[in-house]
């Protein structure tokens, strides 16, 4: 699987971008906590390094991900210095947002204290919140406002344009999300489209199943494939016979006795989206090293 998905508005996104790290103090990464690694554009920290700004990480969706790696995670960034948060966008509430606005503070600290110095007290702290596209963004932004202020869908691509809204105490630049223009890894390009990264209409819905399964299989993912899907403990066949007997099991068939394993595909990675399958994380803190 090899991924070239770049839309002509994301080389106008990453220029507006690099424009406008000049306007802001700091930058904030969103990451799908699914995919950590596989979710981190490789070319965002290079244009922070360019422009001399902080930056800390955001483990978005931290809900629909394994509790033990996201833990694992957050010593690995502990480890090299970068300051990260867990953060669940679509039910976290006054605690999970204080604990936002204090991590963007801490990181900001040194810069505060100068600016005290020279008589700057108060003025907001400009963030730039950047992220792949479906890594949420605008859902992390609408939470820390406490209201709708951004456009938000659970689809890649739905911001264009750039921004500014203001909240407790921040300036809050909402950027497109960029991914980067061709994504060689074949892991990460395969993690980033069963996650919805990637518009599904590019690819082959039953070749990502099925990678999915290999990956969920891998990790040791069996049982809640299992409870899911009705399915009995081994999982010992091979996953493009596990896909089609998921599909029997619910009763997807068509004309001759076939198993619909595009429908079944479908059923699948959206299952997985929404969390239905558990909480599952595909880049593992243990494989880092």
């Given at each position: 699987?090899?991924?070239?998905?770049?839309?002509?508005?994301?080389?106008?996104?990453?220029?507006?971008?690099?424009?406008?790290?000049?306007?802001?103090?700091?930058?904030?990464?969103?990451?799908?906590?699914?995919?950590?690694?596989?979710?981190?554009?490789?070319?965002?920290?290079?244009?922070?390094?360019?422009?001399?700004?902080?930056?800390?990480?955001?483990?978005?969706?931290?809900?629909?991900?394994?509790?033990?790696?996201?833990?694992?995670?957050?010593?690995e960034y502990k480890k090299i210095g970068v300051p990260a948060i867990?953060?669940?966008?679509?039910?976290?509430?006054?605690?999970?947002?204080?604990?936002?606005?204090?991590?963007?503070?801490?990181?900001?600290?040194?810069?505060?204290?100068?600016?005290?110095?020279?008589?700057?007290?108060?003025?907001?702290?400009?963030?730039?919140?950047?992220?792949?596209?479906?890594?949420?963004?605008?859902?992390?932004?609408?939470?820390?406002?406490?209201?709708?202020?951004?456009?938000?869908?659970?689809?890649?691509?739905?911001?264009?344009?750039?921004?500014?809204?203001?909240?407790?105490?921040?300036?809050?630049?909402?950027?497109?999300?960029?991914?980067?223009?061709?994504?060689?890894?074949?892991?990460?390009?395969?993690?980033?489209?069963?996650?919805?990264?990637?518009?599904?209409?590019?690819?082959?819905?039953?070749?990502?199943?099925?990678?999915?399964?290999?990956?969920?299989?891998?990790?040791?993912?069996?049982?809640?494939?299992?409870e899911r899907y009705k399915l009995t403990l081994p999982l010992t066949?091979?996953?493009?016979?596990?896909?089609?007997?998921?599909?029997?099991?619910?009763?997807?068939?068509?004309?001759?006795?076939?198993?619909?394993?595009?429908?079944?595909?479908?059923?699948?990675?959206?299952?997985?989206?929404?969390?239905?399958?558990?909480?599952?994380?595909?880049?593992?803190?243990?494989?880092?090293?």
């Open positions: 699987m090899n991924i070239n998905w770049y839309p002509g508005h994301m080389t106008k996104a990453r220029r507006m971008i690099e424009e406008s790290l000049r306007q802001v103090d700091m930058a904030v990464e969103i990451l799908d906590a699914r995919i950590p690694l596989s979710s981190r554009n490789p070319d965002i920290a290079p244009m922070l390094a360019k422009a001399n700004r902080p930056g800390m990480i955001v483990l978005n969706k931290s809900d629909l991900a394994d509790p033990a790696q996201n833990e694992k995670w957050l010593t867990l953060f669940n966008a679509k039910t976290t509430g006054a605690k999970a947002n204080a604990e936002f606005i204090n991590a963007v503070k801490k990181a900001f600290a040194e810069k505060t204290e100068k600016n005290a110095a020279r008589g700057m007290i108060g003025r907001p702290i400009k963030i730039m919140v950047l992220g792949i596209p479906n890594a949420g963004k605008s859902t992390v932004i609408n939470s820390i406002c406490g209201s709708k202020r951004t456009k938000a869908e659970d689809r890649p691509g739905v911001t264009r344009g750039k921004q500014w809204i203001s909240a407790q105490g921040l300036d809050i630049l909402d950027t497109p999300g960029i991914l980067w223009p061709k994504i060689e890894n074949r892991s990460a390009a395969e993690k980033l489209a069963v996650t919805g990264a990637i518009r599904d209409e590019i690819l082959d819905s039953e070749e990502l199943a099925v990678r999915l399964l290999d990956i969920l299989k891998k990790y040791g993912y069996e049982k809640q494939l299992a066949e091979n996953t493009l016979d596990l896909l089609s007997h998921i599909g029997k099991k619910r009763g997807f068939i068509i004309s001759g006795g076939q198993t619909d394993t595009e429908r079944t595909a479908a059923v699948l990675l959206d299952e997985f989206r929404s969390g239905k399958i558990g909480r599952v994380t595909l880049d593992r803190a243990d494989d880092i090293n």
